[in-house]
């Protein structure tokens, strides 16, 4: 039998793939700070505008003597603003934490973001740990920058509807307090604003990391559904573990002012150690709605702008 020889040169061989390299794969995951920036601030003001009863409630059952010593909630505190001022009190100082908001969220991504373009593996992915650190530094750099002047001004506003009424805005806020107080006035509360803001964004962008990550894992479909309920539920772990320190701020953003040791004694005697998470019940409203809107935004608007 002859033996025919076939040559390598006439056997058509599959092309090899080119290899993609770990940082080649990692580059593809990484969000420009740029579209962390744009999209943290659409997340952010859609967010604000949506959930603002929440907040307005809140912070209304955060300040002292509200509802006559009666332990508010949130049906009774908006149905007493309605029926005294009308509907649209009920979005007093909404205008400042929308601009806020979005400058906040533009912020807190944009960090997030970067410490973790530091801190993930090859494959772009977080640790727990490293997580839980990014979003508690996050936290601080929010707070600092945008947090505590918009919460200070939207505090006072609400707190000043109440009765006093001397501001027409907050614009109008800002430029009093700066003009009777000096600029420092604005950064009243600073300390427990950025020990809450700590606390909030390291839980909360930490557990959503956990939940996202998980997810991928167990190959669970990435979709607007689960990115919401990733985002509702780290709102909910968020809001238990970080309400104290919220109220705390709150009392000493309020129109009179107040050093924490003042605001935690103040609690204290007015509603005890409950009183400590009032408005959770307000809070947990809106943080839920809120992690599921600004994380689905925000996932959304990078779908959209990060190049493939």
Same mark, same amino acid.
């Given at each position: 039998?002859?033996?025919?020889a076939?040559?390598?040169?006439?056997?058509?061989?599959?092309?090899?793939?080119?290899?993609?390299?770990?940082?080649?794969?990692?580059?593809?995951?990484?969000?420009?700070?740029?579209?962390?920036?744009?999209?943290?601030?659409?997340?952010?003001?859609?967010?604000?505008?949506?959930?603002?009863?929440?907040?307005?409630?809140?912070?209304?059952?955060?300040?002292p003597?509200?509802?006559?010593? @009666?332990?508010?909630n949130?049906?009774?505190?908006?149905?007493?603003? %309605?029926? /005294?001022? +009308?509907?649209? $009190?009920? #979005?007093? !100082?909404?205008?400042?934490?929308?601009?806020?908001?979005?400058?906040?969220?533009s912020?807190r991504?944009?960090?997030?973001?970067?410490?973790?373009?530091?801190?993930?593996n090859?494959?772009?992915?977080?640790?727990?740990?490293?997580?839980?650190?990014?979003?508690?530094?996050?936290?601080?750099?929010?707070s600092?920058?945008?947090?505590?002047?918009?919460?200070?001004?939207?505090?006072?506003?609400?707190?000043?509807?109440?009765?006093?009424? @001397?501001?027409?805005?907050?614009?109008?806020?800002?430029r009093?307090l %700066?003009? /009777?107080? +000096?600029?420092? $006035?604005? #950064?009243? !509360?600073?300390?427990s604003?950025?020990?809450?803001?700590?606390?909030?964004?390291?839980?909360?962008?930490?557990?959503?990391?956990?939940l996202?990550?998980?997810?991928?894992r167990?190959?669970?479909?990435?979709?607007?559904?689960?990115?919401?309920?990733?985002?509702?539920?780290?709102?909910?772990?968020?809001?238990?573990?970080?309400?104290?320190?919220?109220?705390?701020?709150?009392?000493?953003?309020s129109?009179?002012?107040s050093?924490?040791?003042?605001?935690?004694?103040?609690?204290?005697?007015?509603?005890?150690?409950?009183g400590?998470?009032?408005?959770?019940?307000?809070?947990? !409203?809106?943080?839920?709605?809120?992690?599921?809107?600004?994380?689905?935004?925000?996932e959304?608007?990078?779908?959209?702008?990060?190049p493939q």
């Amino acid at each position: 039998m002859a033996t025919v020889a076939i040559s390598k040169a006439e056997i058509a061989l599959p092309a090899s793939p080119v290899p993609i390299t770990s940082q080649q794969s990692r580059k593809k995951q990484l969000v420009s700070p740029g579209l962390s920036l744009f999209a943290g601030a659409v997340a952010g003001g859609t967010e604000a505008a949506i959930t603002y009863p929440f907040e307005f409630s809140k912070t209304r059952a955060q300040l002292p003597d509200v509802a006559g010593g @009666r332990k508010p909630n949130i049906v009774s505190i908006l149905a007493k603003v %309605v029926r /005294e001022d +009308g509907p649209r $009190a009920i #979005y007093t !100082g909404c205008s400042t934490l929308i601009i806020g908001t979005a400058f906040k969220a533009s912020v807190r991504f944009l960090t997030f973001d970067s410490i973790k373009n530091l801190l993930a593996n090859d494959q772009g992915q977080l640790s727990p740990m490293r997580g839980v650190a990014a979003g508690m530094a996050a936290g601080c750099v929010e707070s600092i920058v945008a947090v505590t002047p918009t919460e200070r001004i939207k505090t006072i506003l609400i707190d000043d509807a109440r009765g006093q009424r @001397r501001f027409r805005g907050g614009l109008h806020a800002a430029r009093t307090l %700066v003009q /009777e107080r +000096g600029f420092s $006035a604005l #950064y009243r !509360g600073l300390l427990s604003t950025t020990a809450k803001q700590s606390v909030t964004s390291a839980v909360r962008m930490g557990t959503y990391n956990v939940l996202k990550e998980t997810g991928k894992r167990y190959d669970l479909r990435q979709n607007s559904a689960t990115t919401f309920a990733n985002g509702a539920v780290a709102g909910i772990v968020s809001v238990y573990a970080s309400q104290p320190l919220d109220t705390i701020k709150t009392r000493a953003q309020s129109a009179s002012g107040s050093s924490i040791a003042e605001a935690v004694t103040g609690i204290m005697k007015d509603r005890g150690v409950t009183g400590f998470w009032s408005g959770s019940t307000m809070r947990l !409203g809106r943080l839920v709605l809120s992690g599921g809107i600004v994380f689905s935004v925000y996932e959304a608007v990078v779908g959209v702008f990060k190049p493939q």
